[in-house]
């Protein structure tokens, strides 16, 4: 599985940006698909992960109400759509595709090369 994402750039605080994450093949359907981020110096953490139909998405705690995650399984993509923009949201920005619903970067299997998302004061 090949991913790649895109749609990130520079951003007043308050602004929004829309990531997406295509993927290459039939099997994306199959995969639990997630967003995770890492700013400068900081470990990679968790943004979003959604389920193999869309139904069910989780956030991380401090992004709730201001991200979200979505699938078009016709369209092997998946988004997050970022609203509410603060400074501290600025990071490179990650897809990833697993097989289980874990929030861990160990439980994903496949990674895009990350977009950056900056946001300016």
């Known amino acids: 599985v090949q991913l790649q994402a895109s749609g990130g750039g520079l951003v007043q605080a308050g602004g929004s940006l829309r990531l997406s994450c295509a993927t290459s093949?039939?099997?994306?359907?199959?995969?639990?698909m997630g967003w995770f981020r890492q700013a400068p110096g900081k470990e990679r953490e968790f943004v979003a992960r959604i389920s193999l139909s869309g139904s069910s998405a989780v956030y991380a705690d401090s992004l709730k109400g201001r991200f979200t995650i979505s699938r078009n399984n016709a369209e092997n993509t998946v988004y997050l759509q970022m609203n509410s923009l603060k400074p501290e949201d600025t990071a490179v920005y990650y897809c990833?595709?697993?097989?289980?619903?874990?929030?861990?970067?160990?439980?994903?299997?496949?990674w895009g090369q990350g977009t950056q998302v900056t946001v300016s004061s």
């Open positions: 093949g039939r099997t994306f359907r199959s995969y639990v």
């Open positions: 990833a595709a697993g097989r289980n619903m874990a929030i861990t970067t160990t439980a994903y299997d496949y």
